[in-house]
């Protein structure tokens, strides 16, 4: 089974800084990665998805992410965060020939300081 | 159009009582899964249903929990006897299987369950 981990709990970034939110996964047989956010109060919503093609993917919010096999990372960025990213961040994982579980790290929540 | 909805939003039940979790995906998501999002932890996988295949149920934690899904749309996530360590946040999310839009999950708004 795959199994995803985001090494970092807790980000905090001051506004207009990059950030860069880590997320490694298990196995290195054919995935689709996804990261979804989770806003204060609210439900998780798909921020970006990588499924085949292009190694650099682009989301919502300015987010992007680069899918890396050799390093099976897929680490989430934006080069400028504002205040209302502040949220919680989870990278998900589903290996290609089963498609049928999704694998969730802990997540990471951002903090960003004005 | 109407996203994932979810009831009840709260439950409160003591202990050895049995609750059901009710999900309503989107209309036409022919895929649907049951996670528990404990304090502090990621998503934990429970149960998927696609079309009319047998239910993946790999993910349910022990004999006490089960789910059906009716009509392949409605599905209830049923906890026996409930005991403490149930107390999460019960998520259920839909997709469509096939074309760009596969594998893209569409979340509710999750029902805090507390056992008290």
């Known amino acids: 089974a795959q199994s995803v981990t985001q090494l970092d709990s807790q980000v905090p970034v001051f506004e207009e800084a990059p950030v860069e939110l880590r997320c490694n996964y298990s196995?290195?047989?054919?995935?689709?990665l996804f990261w979804y956010v989770q806003y204060p109060n609210q439900g998780l919503q798909l921020l970006l998805k990588y499924l085949s093609g292009s190694t650099l993917v682009k989301g919502i919010n300015g987010f992007e992410a680069e899918f890396n096999k050799s390093q099976t990372s897929f680490h989430l960025r934006k080069p400028s965060v504002h205040i209302s990213d502040t949220a919680e961040y989870f990278c998900a994982v589903s290996d290609v020939f089963t498609g049928n579980q999704f694998y969730f790290g802990t997540g990471t929540s951002l903090t960003v300081i004005p | 159009g109407a996203g994932v909805s979810q009831s009840p939003s709260n439950k409160v039940t003591e202990k050895g009582k049995d609750v059901e979790l009710r999900c309503d995906p989107i209309s036409g998501h022919t895929a649907l899964y049951w996670y528990r999002q404990s304090l502090g932890q990621g998503l934990e996988f429970l149960i998927y249903f696609q079309g009319n295949s047998a239910p993946d149920k790999s993910g349910l934690p022990s004999d006490r929990f089960s789910a059906e899904r009716t009509g392949g749309s409605v599905s209830t996530l049923t906890i026996q006897r409930t005991q403490q360590e149930d107390s999460a946040v019960y998520l259920c999310?839909?997709?469509?299987?096939?074309?760009?839009?596969?594998?893209?999950?569409?979340f509710g708004p999750g029902t805090r369950l507390t056992v008290t």
């Open positions: 999310a839909s997709s469509l299987v096939g074309g760009a839009t596969s594998y893209e999950q569409y």
């Open positions: 196995s290195s047989v054919s995935v689709y």
